[in-house]
């Protein structure tokens, strides 16, 4: 919660100038560890997948899907420039990199029970 609000603090500081930009681009190298800790264990991954990061995951991406409809419909094209595509991109990745994680996670298990079975 204290990371969330330091980056739309930050963010609003600076919004205004591409320095925001980038500065909300960073922030994914602060989020990315934050959503790996939503990561299935080796106990849980046997028992099924939790809801945690399928949940975090698609709430970035219905955020993202918002934002962009409504710099459409508005016509203020907030991310034409280099830096607001940096950052839009960054929270896009930001949303997938940790289920493919997961999924790798879940592939390596299924396969050491194929080894012993």
Known sequence: MLLAATAVVGAGNLINTQLGWYFLAATNILWLPILLFALDGEETVASGSRLLMPMI??????VLASLAIADNLSGRNMLAGQAERGAYFGFLALAFVPRVWN???FAHHRARNRRAA
């Not at 995951?57 to 219905?62: E, G, H, M, P």
């Open 57 to 62: 995951t698609s709430a970035i991406l219905v």
């Open 103 to 105: 999924a790798a996670l």
